[in-house]
């Protein structure tokens, strides 16, 4: 029952009053956010598994700027870590083992508001001269949070996780809709483009599903990642002092074999080719 009619740009009168703003690109690194105003399609969890992947499997300095006030959840999960890391001989051999491997150390995080990011950002660029080829936002869901519509502005991308749930589908259009209008479409802004893809994919659903879905996606003028990331219960695994092994960790780069099949490393890729970055 999706109508295309649903999604017109006068059904958005918040699209005008964006379109008369401008902010320019905060910084010459790659920014990016794996963002949807829909909570429980994994944008933190992505964040963390992508920055970690591109970190230390690929060798690409990031930076995070964990925007997602109040509950800051990756720089809360690395405080975890190191925690348990002070307690593991185990991880801290891993840790050793990783470092003399790449020589990467860990990607650093700032914890601020989005209203914060672009001074915090600015200041520590200057002051510890890192040099990031990627910056990924974590930003809360809901995008009247201060700051949040100027951090959409000055990326270079944003890429919106969904699931095939109509309450989920219905919102995630919305939102890339409502930004495609008026932020992709602005010449005033930056933001070159917001990219959709698929999240917690269930192969048990009908395919025809999946190709309804998208062709209104596409009627709607929006682009579609080729990558599809399946559930993986590995996702929401954080280091444990029990040592079952690494799947979503900030420390540590995902195991290679979790990697792929969650299909981490091709959602790396893809990206990495987008940015044209190498």
């Not at 992508?50 to 690409?60: C, E, F, K, V």
């Not at 690395?78 to 003399?100: A, C, D, G, T, W």
């Not at 910056?135 to 699931?163: H, W």
């Not at 559930?231 to 954080?238: A, V």
Request: proline share 5%; with cysteine.
């Amino acid at each position: 029952n999706w109508n295309i009619n649903n999604y017109k740009y006068e059904n958005y009168p918040f699209c005008k009053t964006i379109k008369i703003s401008k902010y320019p690109k905060m910084m010459e690194s790659a920014s990016i956010s794996i963002c949807n105003q829909k909570g429980g399609v994994g944008k933190s969890s992505l964040t963390v598994l992508l920055a970690s992947y591109l970190h230390y499997t690929l060798g690409h300095d990031v930076l995070v700027m964990d925007c997602d006030y109040p509950q800051w959840s990756v720089h809360a999960q690395r405080e975890r870590e190191l925690s348990v890391l002070e307690n593991s001989k185990y991880y801290k051999l891993m840790l050793i083992r990783q470092f003399k491997a790449t020589g990467r150390k860990l990607w650093p995080i700032i914890a601020c508001t989005p209203a914060e990011a672009p001074e915090r950002e600015s200041r520590f660029l200057r002051d510890s001269g890192y040099r990031p080829a990627i910056v990924l936002y974590d930003l809360p869901g809901t995008v009247n949070t201060a700051g949040v519509i100027e951090i959409f502005s000055a990326l270079d991308y944003l890429f919106v996780p969904m699931k095939a749930d109509k309450v989920v589908m219905g919102s995630t259009l919305s939102f890339a809709r409502t930004f495609d209008l008026s932020l992709v479409q602005n010449q005033a802004v930056h933001l070159k483009d917001i990219r959709l893809f698929w999240i917690m994919l269930d192969r048990r659903e009908r395919t025809p599903l999946y190709e309804q879905y998208e062709t209104l996606i596409s009627q709607l003028g929006l682009s579609l990642l080729q990558t599809h990331i399946p559930y993986r219960s590995k996702f929401n695994k954080e280091l444990l002092p029990d040592g079952t092994g690494v799947g979503r960790s900030t420390l540590l780069a995902p195991e290679r074999t979790f990697a792929q099949e969650a299909q981490i490393e091709a959602l790396a890729d893809e990206i990495l080719s987008i940015l044209k970055i190498r």
